[in-house]
Every structure is written in structure tokens, then in C-alpha cells.
């Protein structure tokens, strides 16, 4: 008589270690997808927060100037002796802080926002500032004299 014992421990084993191998492979693609979908979010997050940022910071600026001078690329926002130079240049969101009334330079601020472009627009009754940032624009519209 044949002894089939032996054969039915490895076919116990070499299930066992089948579905062994079933699970950590499922798990593997849970985590890829998961680590995909977490890359993703991140980058929104950071891409909204970047927009919204900018353009609250800009709106604030506006809000609290007594004169506001579009310029090409960017604007100049006066407030008592001091003007400040808001402008879009090498990939970035600059600022600088001059004296009212000398020449307004654009150059040598300090990079407030990473940025692929920024366009502010004067109408009648508002300002209108539009944030390109990662090839997505997003836009506000903030009114004069608030």
C-alpha cells in the first residue's frame, strides 16, 4: 500500500504558500494604487493652495493701497511713503518694498510665490488678478475701494 501522506503536506504547502503569495501580490497593487492616488491629491492641494494664496495676498495688497498702478507684468500699490512692486518674472511672484514716488523698478524683489504667470486687469468698478500656476489659471475679481 502507498503512503500518500507525504503528498498531501505538499500539496497542503504549496497552497498555503500560493495563496501566501495571492495575498501579497493584491496588496502590492493596493498600496501602488494608493501611493498613485496620494501623489495626486498632493499635487491639487499644493497647486489650489498656491492660486489661492497668491491671489489673497495680492487682493489683501490691493485692498489696503490708497493708489494702485497697473504696470505690464505686475503693479505698484502706494500706501502713505511707501509703495510696493508687485510683479510676475522668472517662473515667480515677486514683491518689493520703495519709496512713493521714485522710480519704479522691476527687478531685485524677493520671489513670494512660485508661479508660471500672473495678469491683472483694471475695470470700472473692480480688479481683476488671474494666477497661471501649473499650466491651470484661476481667477478673482476684487473691487475698488473696499
Not at 67 to 76: A, P, Q, T
Request: aromatic share 10%; net charge negative.
Amino acid at each position: 500500500m502507498k503512503n500518500y501522506k507525504n503528498t498531501s503536506d505538499t500539496i497542503t504547502t504549496v497552497g498555503s504558500m500560493l495563496l501566501f503569495l495571492l495575498v501579497a501580490v493584491c496588496m502590492m497593487m493596493i498600496i501602488a494604487a494608493a501611493a498613485g492616488s496620494y501623489s495626486r491629491i498632493s499635487d491639487n492641494y499644493e497647486t489650489n493652495f498656491t492660486a489661492s494664496s497668491s491671489i489673497r495676498y495680492i487682493s489683501n495688497k490691493i485692498k489696503s493701497s490708497d493708489k494702485v498702478e497697473i504696470l505690464n507684468n505686475g503693479m505698484v500699490l502706494e500706501n502713505g511713503g511707501t509703495a510696493n512692486i508687485i510683479y510676475y518674472s522668472d517662473g515667480g511672484l515677486y514683491e518689493k518694498t520703495v519709496t512713493a514716488g521714485t522710480d519704479y523698478e522691476i527687478s531685485g524683489g524677493e520671489k513670494i510665490f512660485e508661479i508660471n504667470g500672473v495678469d491683472i486687469s483694471d475695470n470700472a468698478d473692480y480688479y481683476k488678478v488671474t494666477v497661471n500656476v501649473s499650466g491651470e489659471e484661476y481667477s478673482a475679481l476684487i473691487g475698488k475701494g473696499t
